[in-house]
Nanobody, 125 residues
Framework: VQLQASGGGLVQPGGSLRLSCAAS????????MGWFRQAPEKGREFVAA????????RYADSVKGRFTMSIDNAKNTVYLQVNSLKPEDAAIYYC???????????????????WGQGTQVTVSS
């Protein structure tokens, strides 16, 4: 399994980005896919996750209504549309995957086996 995140950049508060995670070796019907982020001097925190086998999409409370996670099977890519960005959204965003994760653990970082390298999101005027 290989995950390659991209799409980060510098955006003004209120702006939008679409983050991508190109996945190889992953069957989306079996794997749970997650997005996490890590701000400077902070731990990695959960952002969003999809587990297609159970039809579940989950978001952190801090991003609900602003972020949308989706999967494009044809492109083997997972997306995170991030809208209405705030300075506190600035972080390195990581995509993650796991085949065995259970629904109650979708937001738990150490339950994911595979990780991409991260893409930087900077929110500043």
């Amino acid at each position: 399994v290989q995950l390659q995140a991209s799409g980060g950049g510098l955006v003004q508060p209120g702006g939008s980005l679409r983050l991508s995670c190109a996945a190889s070796g992953v069957t989306f019907s079996r794997y749970a896919m997650g997005w996490f982020r890590q701000a400077p001097e902070k731990g990695r925190e959960f952002v969003a996750a999809i587990k297609r086998s159970s039809g579940t999409t989950r978001y952190a409370d801090s991003v609900k209504g602003r972020f949308t996670m989706s999967i494009d099977n044809a492109k083997n890519t997972v997306y995170l549309q991030v809208n209405s960005l705030k300075p506190e959204d600035a972080a390195i965003y990581y995509c993650a995957a796991d085949e065995s994760i259970i629904m109650s653990s979708l937001a738990v970082e150490n339950q994911y086996t595979y990780w991409g390298q991260g893409t930087q999101v900077t929110v500043s005027s």
